[in-house]
């Protein structure tokens, strides 16, 4: 939206009139309606926190600076609008921190993450350290159970078909890096398959 082809890669030589128009047009001022455009638009497509949506937003506006398409701006001016956009949007319950972390910690466990991986994200995502440990907490899921389900997941351990003695090591390792515990990683590759997942399979001896 913010800059034509004509701008961004048009050509640089005195060869056009659509050269001229486009150098001659102002930059376009930031100001609080900019800002909360760009907000609103983003959230319509992201599901995000606050952290990222003023992260999203800084970023965007110093590449549009850089480009030429906004005019320069006060940079603790352009903070406090952007702190502005946020608590507005926080407000009428657009940005919903706790509910971000909820939904983003029961998603990753139902995907067999383990505590530690789900903490991580969250962290990265900005989610303070309270609320990523409520949030894991409200899954109500344990890591032997995430362990099983991605184990599952990738047909590992009792869920392999074939070779599954010789794959032992590897399919304990593989739950190791996903951050499982060696022990809790052992108990889950060498344990029984369960008899909802088939008529149940012997475990494996050391």
Same mark, same amino acid.
């Given at each position: ?12 030589? *005195?060869? %056009?009139?659509? @050269? ?19 907000? /609103? ?42 702190? &502005?956009?946020?608590? &507005? ?7 919903? *921190?706790? %509910?971000?972390?909820? #939904?983003?910690?029961?998603?990753? @466990? #139902? ?18 350290? *309270? ?10 899921? &344990? ?10 997941? /990738? ?25 499982? @515990?060696?022990?809790?990683? /052992?108990?889950?590759? *060498?344990?029984?398959?369960?008899? @909802?997942? %088939? ?8």
């Amino acid at each position: 939206m913010f800059g034509s082809g004509a701008r961004r890669g048009g050509s640089t030589g *005195d060869d %056009g009139c659509g @050269s001229a128009a486009a150098a001659a047009k102002p930059p376009r001022p930031i100001d609080q309606t900019l800002i909360h455009e760009m907000a /609103k638009r983003y959230l319509e497509r992201y599901e995000a926190n606050a952290h990222r949506v003023e992260n999203f937003l800084a970023q965007k506006i110093a590449r549009g600076l850089r480009a030429g398409w906004y005019a320069e701006v006060d940079p603790d001016a352009l903070s406090a609008m952007i702190a &502005t956009t946020v608590s &507005t949007a926080q407000r009428i319950g657009l940005i919903d *921190d706790k %509910g971000y972390a909820g #939904r983003r910690a029961a998603s990753l @466990s #139902r995907r067999g993450k383990s505590a530690s991986r789900i903490a991580l994200d969250l962290r990265s995502r900005g989610v303070d350290a *309270d609320l990523t440990q409520s949030a894991i907490a409200e899954t109500e899921t &344990t890591d032997a159970e995430r362990a099983r389900l991605l184990a599952r997941r /990738k047909r590992i351990g009792p869920w392999r078909s074939v070779a599954r003695a010789e794959n032992r090591d590897k399919d304990i390792a593989r739950l190791c890096r996903a951050g499982f @515990s060696p022990g809790l990683a /052992k108990s889950v590759i *060498d344990a029984p398959l369960p008899d @909802s997942d %088939g008529e149940g399979a012997p475990p494996l001896s050391e």
